[in-house]
């Protein structure tokens, strides 16, 4: 499966911005989606993670409840909605896919499949 990113771009803190990823291919429905980030010097580092179905959702304590994490089967997209953003999240993101769901699979960079090319954030004061 092959992923774009989108929707990045400056925002003041405080500000929201929705980040889109468009799959593709028939599968999409078969693969945990997951967000990730890396802002510069760090390592990249778990974001969110949402089911084959999007029943289930699981995100980093670093962003819970700023966050969203929702998907669209049928238009093979999944979506990270950001609100109250803080400086510290300025970083490029991606989203990736694992056909595992498994908190300690899907938390790590290794337990993922397929990845996208990231999408810049970043928020000001």
């Known amino acids: 499966v092959q992923l774009q990113a989108s929707g990045g771009g400056l925002v003041q803190a405080g500000g929201s911005l929705r980040l889109s990823c468009a799959a593709s291919?028939?599968?999409?429905?078969?693969?945990?989606m997951a967000w990730f980030r890396q802002a510069p010097g760090k390592e990249r580092e778990f974001v969110a993670a949402?089911?084959?179905?999007?029943?289930?959702?699981y995100y980093a304590e670093s962003v819970k409840g700023r966050f969203t994490i929702s998907r669209d089967n049928a238009k093979n997209t999944v979506y990270l909605q950001m609100n109250s953003l803080k400086l510290e999240d300025t970083a490029v993101y991606y989203c990736?896919?694992?056909?595992?769901?498994?908190?300690?699979?899907?938390?790590?960079?290794?337990?993922?499949?397929?990845w996208g090319k990231g999408t810049q954030v970043t928020v000001s004061s």
């Open positions: 291919g028939r599968t999409f429905r078969s693969y945990v």
């Open positions: 990736a896919a694992s056909q595992t769901w498994a908190i300690a699979v899907i938390t790590t960079i290794d337990g993922m499949n397929y």
């Open positions: 949402i089911s084959w179905s999007g029943g289930t959702t």
